[in-house]
């Protein structure tokens, strides 16, 4: 894979939070210490989060069962979630699409998909716990889960993603592999908190960077990346997200400020109609979900825009596909889309969405407002607080 080091870039890299707000997270911690009970259950939830993260051993792309075909654990493998055994054939193979019916095998210890996302979530809650007051034995798990994910010779994931979403008896790994990293703007911003406090290292967090570089080399050069660059859904904005996300942290703001200025033309206006729909999500078999999953990308691509000086909240496709899926959330009688696959919607998706934006954009608008209001309890409550 990358088997020598690329250099890191020479300008030095903002420390400031990338995708969340220091100042909104400082306003949380202030409001919880001062007793805010509207943030209670929300703090609590997050807490319960981070304690089962503090007793939870470390996480390691060499915890998988399964071997890739490089015969290394150390590189990340999955496989594509809607892909099953072919029942018209001895073994299985090639492997067929039911899309929108998740295959088990995907899931649990012999793959690292699942791995992933609880090794992102687990930092992030770890770190975010500790913000607000949490003793300092979680910082502490949140920098060894971090060296021992990225740094650790024997346990450390190579930065490349060339057998994620794998078919079996297909293709040893896909574009569509890149999206298994959409969460790792977490890390990447719970390592700058946790270095503004002092716990994580300034060599630590400069070896991490290296690690980015060299990944984002690999989404810049390798072919199964420059194909998920060419996708026209969910894929190819969630690819643009992270890659601007990465850019930032690694120096390159330039670079993700020009990648940035042909968002609205690449991605918005291709993907979505002037009233806001968005065809190629809406055709899949959970329309509701797969909407709300392509804004979470398009709103975090907004939020990397206003660091940059590049404005894609005053995108108007962008505000009516916002506004489509609130009224779906306040009116579900009003979405049409429903399918046999998922024949209500969840306006708890939107939550995170809505929050993001009424902060960034510094709305008031009562509609998003009360769309944003959960029936569940949403951590994403102690992200968006509005600094005093």
Same mark, same amino acid.
């Given at each position: 894979?990358?088997?020598?080091?690329?250099?890191?870039?020479?300008?030095?890299?903002?420390?400031?939070?990338? $995708?969340?707000?220091?100042? !909104?997270?400082? +306003?949380?911690?202030?409001?919880?210490?001062?007793?805010?009970?509207?943030?209670? %259950?929300?703090?609590?939830?997050?807490?319960?989060?981070?304690?089962?993260?503090?007793?939870?051993?470390?996480?390691?792309?060499?915890?998988?069962?399964?071997?890739?075909?490089?015969?290394?654990?150390?590189?990340?493998?999955?496989?594509?979630?809607?892909? =099953?055994?072919?029942?018209?054939?001895?073994?299985?193979?090639?492997?067929?699409?039911?899309?929108?019916?998740?295959?088990?095998?995907? %899931?649990?210890?012999?793959?690292?998909?699942?791995?992933?996302?609880?090794?992102?979530?687990?930092?992030?809650?770890?770190?975010?716990?500790?913000?607000?007051?949490?003793?300092?034995?979680?910082?502490?798990?949140?920098?060894?889960?971090?060296?021992? =994910?990225?740094?650790?010779?024997? $346990?450390?994931?190579?930065?490349?993603?060339?057998?994620?979403?794998?078919?079996?008896?297909?293709?040893?790994?896909?574009?569509?592999?890149?999206?298994?990293?959409?969460?790792?703007?977490?890390?990447?911003?719970?390592?700058?908190?946790?270095?503004?406090?002092?716990?994580?290292?300034?060599?630590?967090?400069?070896?991490?960077?290296?690690?980015?570089?060299?990944?984002?080399?690999?989404?810049?050069?390798?072919?199964?990346?420059?194909?998920?660059?060419?996708?026209?859904?969910?894929?190819?904005?969630?690819?643009? !997200?992270?890659?601007?996300?990465?850019?930032?942290?690694?120096?390159?703001?330039?670079?993700?400020?020009?990648?940035? %200025?042909?968002?609205?033309?690449?991605?918005?206006?291709?993907?979505?109609?002037?009233?806001?729909?968005?065809?190629?999500?809406?055709?899949?078999?959970?329309?509701?979900?797969?909407?709300?999953?392509?804004? +979470?990308?398009?709103?975090?691509?907004?939020?990397?825009?206003?660091?940059?000086?590049?404005?894609?909240?005053?995108?108007?496709?962008?505000?009516?596909?916002?506004?489509?899926?609130?009224?779906?959330?306040?009116?579900? +009688?009003? =979405?049409?889309?429903? $399918?046999? +696959?998922?024949?209500?919607?969840?306006?708890?998706?939107?939550?995170?969405?809505?929050?993001?934006?009424?902060?960034?954009?510094?709305?008031?608008?009562?509609?998003?407002?009360?769309?944003?209001?959960?029936?569940?309890?949403?951590?994403?409550?102690?992200? =968006?607080?509005?600094?005093?």
């Amino acid at each position: 894979m990358t088997g020598c080091a690329h250099a890191a870039p020479a300008d030095a890299p903002s420390t400031a939070l990338l $995708t969340l707000d220091r100042g !909104a997270l400082d +306003e949380t911690r202030r409001r919880l210490h001062a007793g805010d009970d509207s943030l209670a %259950a929300a703090h609590a939830a997050l807490r319960t989060r981070a304690a089962k993260a503090l007793k939870t051993p470390l996480r390691s792309v060499v915890d998988k069962t399964m071997l890739p075909p490089s015969g290394s654990r150390n590189d990340y493998m999955s496989m594509g979630p809607y892909w =099953w055994p072919n029942p018209e054939t001895p073994d299985g193979l090639p492997y067929i699409r039911r899309d929108g019916k998740r295959n088990p095998q995907v %899931a649990g210890d012999a793959l690292d998909s699942d791995r992933m996302v609880a090794f992102c979530r687990d930092v992030f809650d770890l770190t975010l716990a500790h913000h607000f007051g949490a003793p300092d034995d979680h910082a502490a798990k949140a920098v060894e889960a971090l060296r021992h =994910w990225f740094l650790e010779p024997r $346990t450390r994931m190579r930065p490349h993603l060339r057998y994620g979403q794998a078919i079996p008896g297909v293709v040893e790994g896909r574009a569509e592999g890149l999206i298994d990293t959409r969460h790792l703007w977490m890390v990447i911003d719970a390592a700058l908190l946790l270095n503004g406090r002092g716990v994580l290292s300034d060599p630590d967090l400069a070896a991490l960077r290296q690690w980015f570089v060299e990944f984002t080399q690999w989404m810049q050069t390798s072919p199964i990346a420059r194909d998920e660059d060419a996708a026209d859904n969910n894929h190819g904005m969630f690819f643009d !997200a992270q890659l601007v996300n990465l850019l930032r942290f690694t120096g390159e703001a330039a670079t993700a400020k020009e990648r940035l %200025a042909t968002v609205a033309s690449r991605r918005f206006r291709p993907q979505i109609e002037d009233d806001g729909r968005m065809p190629l999500e809406l055709a899949r078999t959970r329309p509701f979900h797969y909407s709300a999953f392509n804004l +979470e990308a398009a709103t975090r691509l907004a939020r990397h825009g206003q660091g940059v000086g590049v404005d894609l909240w005053r995108e108007p496709r962008l505000l009516r596909a916002i506004a489509l899926l609130q009224t779906a959330a306040l009116c579900p +009688e009003r =979405w049409t889309h429903a $399918t046999s +696959e998922e024949p209500k919607i969840d306006p708890d998706k939107l939550v995170p969405i809505l929050l993001m934006t009424r902060f960034s954009t510094g709305t008031d608008q009562p509609l998003l407002a009360a769309a944003a209001a959960p029936r569940k309890v949403a951590v994403d409550w102690l992200l =968006w607080s509005r600094p005093a």
